[in-house]
């Protein structure tokens, strides 16, 4: 989408998934449970993904595999 000052890429949920690794049910839950992204949604309810969401998926898996909770990580 874009708007007169810029221009942001947004992504959809299986483009996520397929770049992160992370199943697309784990960041449905993760957003809907935890508060861990806030994706713009179009008419039809199709999630869009910033690239910031995109790293931040990165950066929660990461930790989580490293052993912190997700409900203690998804809001920082």
Known sequence: TSNASHTTTLYR???VSKTTGIPVSTLRIWETRYGAFSPVKTEGKQRLFAEHDVSKALLLKQLSQ??????????L
């Open 13 to 15: 949920i299986g483009a």
């Open 66 to 75: 490293n052993g912190h909770g997700i409900s203690t990580i998804a809001n």
